[in-house]
């Protein structure tokens, strides 16, 4: 069994993610006092209702129960009969995800896998890359609809090419590619994770079907509730909001973060509605004020799963 010490989030191989994430941290609490004024920027909240801020907190709650539930479903039936300890593992994979540097928050999937169902991390590593495969189709679905609302022609053209590029892509791969990829001398490495893919990939149509169902509601719930907290915050239309919201989604997916997320929510926020002609000082007060709605709900549902009891498998069970 490897050493757990080669895992702890403070090891001197992500010392340098640390340190860059902190000075993004630094950067983007003197960039908004500068710009806007952290005062200016709380003041927003005076504007919220709690008949929007809890149905918007309820919405986020519902997200992460199907997060949890898509999980649960993936895994079947290795995970049948324990979806509240999928609910901690993935509640708080989500809260370190919102609030670790440089995309380190991902590394604790495979690590819980392994420490409450006794997965081992190739596998806990796999069943990951399904969960963002979903998540990005889905997120490329709604920017698709969300851009042909404001650029129709632009969309329609964008969604042809890509269509063919895939087209092209998989023609390739079925006539020379998947032989060309066998016989090369890096295949030997990575086959075991192709393996790997194929034995934790959904193992019928009907539970593909669930899974992209489950994806697509809890993006569904999510977006509802940050558009609540955005249009209360600041005047704007659905689709307006959607676009921010959309924006500042998709920065998970970009390498470089500050310490929780700062920097790069609030900077792909501004550039989804950037295209639309909407940037402001008020805009960039908003992505910061929607950005701490996200980091408050995260930590308060951390906190409450965070006592969740899990029988922890023994020794014996744990494999590499």
Same mark, same amino acid.
């Given at each position: 069994?490897?050493?757990? =010490?080669?895992? /702890?989030?403070f090891s001197?191989?992500?010392?340098? +993610?640390? =340190?860059?994430g902190?000075?993004?941290?630094?950067?983007m609490?003197?960039t908004?006092e500068?710009?806007?004024? %952290?005062?200016?920027?709380?003041?927003?909240? /005076?504007?919220? +209702?709690?008949?929007?801020?809890?149905?918007?907190?309820?919405?986020?709650?519902?997200?992460?129960?199907?997060?949890? %539930?898509?999980? *649960?479903?993936?895994?079947?039936?290795d995970?049948?009969?324990?979806?509240?300890?999928? !609910?901690?593992?993935?509640?708080?994979?989500?809260?370190?995800?919102?609030m @670790?540097?440089?995309?380190?928050?991902?590394?604790?999937? +495979?690590? &819980?896998?392994?420490? *409450?169902?006794?997965?081992?991390?190739?596998?806990?590593?796999?069943?990951?890359?399904?969960?963002?495969?979903?998540?990005?189709?889905?997120?490329?679905?709604?920017?698709?609809?969300?851009?042909?609302?404001?650029f129709?022609?632009?969309?329609? @053209?964008?969604?042809?090419?890509?269509?063919?590029?895939?087209?092209?892509?998989?023609? @390739?791969?079925?006539?020379?590619?998947?032989?060309?990829?066998i016989?090369?001398?890096?295949?030997? /490495?990575?086959?075991?994770?192709?393996s790997?893919?194929?034995?934790?990939?959904?193992?019928?149509?009907?539970?593909?079907?669930?899974?992209?169902?489950?994806?697509?509601?809890?993006?569904?719930?999510?977006?509802?509730s940050?558009?609540?907290?955005?249009?209360?915050?600041?005047?704007?239309?659905?689709?307006?909001?959607?676009?921010?919201? !959309?924006?500042?989604?998709?920065?998970?997916? &970009?390498?470089?973060?500050?310490?929780?997320?700062?920097?790069?929510?609030?900077?792909?926020?501004?550039?989804?509605?950037?295209?639309?002609?909407?940037?402001?000082?008020?805009?960039?007060?908003?992505?910061?004020?929607?950005?701490?709605?996200?980091?408050?709900?995260?930590?308060?549902f951390?906190?409450?799963?965070?006592?969740i009891?899990?029988?922890?498998?023994?020794?014996?069970?744990?494999?590499?």
């Amino acid at each position: 069994m490897q050493n757990a =010490t080669q895992y /702890k989030l403070f090891s001197k191989r992500k010392l340098l +993610p640390w =340190t860059v994430g902190i000075l993004i941290f630094i950067a983007m609490l003197v960039t908004v006092e500068y710009i806007v004024g %952290w005062t200016a920027v709380f003041a927003q909240w /005076k504007t919220m +209702p709690l008949s929007t801020l809890i149905p918007a907190l309820i919405l986020f709650a519902a997200s992460y129960l199907l997060r949890a %539930w898509r999980i *649960y479903d993936l895994c079947q039936p290795d995970l049948k009969g324990r979806f509240i300890s999928v !609910l901690k593992l993935s509640v708080l994979h989500l809260y370190a995800n919102n609030m @670790l540097p440089m995309r380190l928050g991902e590394g604790l999937f +495979p690590i &819980l896998m392994k420490r *409450y169902f006794a997965v081992g991390f190739a596998e806990g590593f796999a069943r990951l890359i399904w969960l963002r495969v979903l998540d990005l189709i889905i997120a490329g679905a709604l920017v698709a609809v969300t851009f042909s609302y404001f650029f129709p022609l632009f969309s329609l @053209l964008a969604v042809v090419l890509g269509t063919l590029f895939i087209l092209l892509l998989y023609a @390739l791969y079925r006539t020379k590619g998947r032989q060309w990829l066998i016989q090369h001398s890096f295949y030997p /490495k990575i086959e075991p994770m192709i393996s790997q893919l194929k034995n934790t990939a959904p193992q019928s149509r009907r539970q593909l079907f669930r899974v992209i169902i489950w994806t697509f509601l809890s993006w569904g719930c999510k977006l509802a509730s940050l558009i609540m907290i955005t249009r209360a915050l600041q005047s704007l239309s659905v689709f307006e909001a959607l676009a921010g919201v !959309l924006g500042a989604e998709l920065s998970s997916i &970009l390498p470089i973060h500050g310490v929780a997320g700062s920097g790069s929510f609030e900077a792909a926020f501004m550039a989804g509605l950037a295209p639309i002609g909407l940037l402001s000082t008020e805009v960039l007060g908003l992505a910061v004020n929607l950005h701490l709605f996200i980091l408050g709900a995260t930590s308060l549902f951390a906190l409450l799963c965070f006592w969740i009891p899990v029988a922890k498998p023994t020794r014996e069970d744990i494999s590499i």
